[in-house]
Nanobody, 123 residues
């Protein structure tokens, strides 16, 4: 069992930067791939970014490529999502997911989930 806690959300102006954190409760996290997803009001939960356990594989949704950066610090059992140049369309609840298989955190299936953190981008 892996418990995940997201933090770092809030209100940010368009064009500013924000960093989300996903802290895990167990060192097992170090062997897990991690993904970030987001859900805007009235919409489905969408994939944002994923990183393998060692950081060798990284993927991004086209909508955030070049603006967002996923990373992790296994010594701290924490993953991050650096959000640069956010816009109003990035407003959503952001969730992190963790799973042994990389494919699981890309699809969101079979993953452990955090409770989410709200990001609101004002224009």
């Amino acid at each position: 069992q892996v418990q995940l806690v997201e933090s770092g959300g809030g209100l940010v102006q368009a064009g500013a930067s924000l960093r989300l954190s996903c802290a895990a409760s167990t060192r097992t996290f170090r062997t897990y791939a991690v993904g970030w997803f987001r859900q805007a009001p009235g919409k489905d939960r969408d994939f944002v970014a994923a990183i393998s356990w060692g950081g060798g594989s990284i993927d991004y949704a086209d909508s955030v490529k070049g603006r967002f950066t996923i990373s992790r610090d296994n010594a701290k059992n924490t993953a991050y999502l650096q959000m640069n140049s956010p816009n109003a369309e990035d407003t959503a609840v952001y969730y992190c997911a963790a799973a042994p298989a990389y494919s699981s955190v890309v699809t969101g299936k079979g993953s452990y989930w955090g409770q989410g953190t709200q990001v609101t981008v004002s224009s």
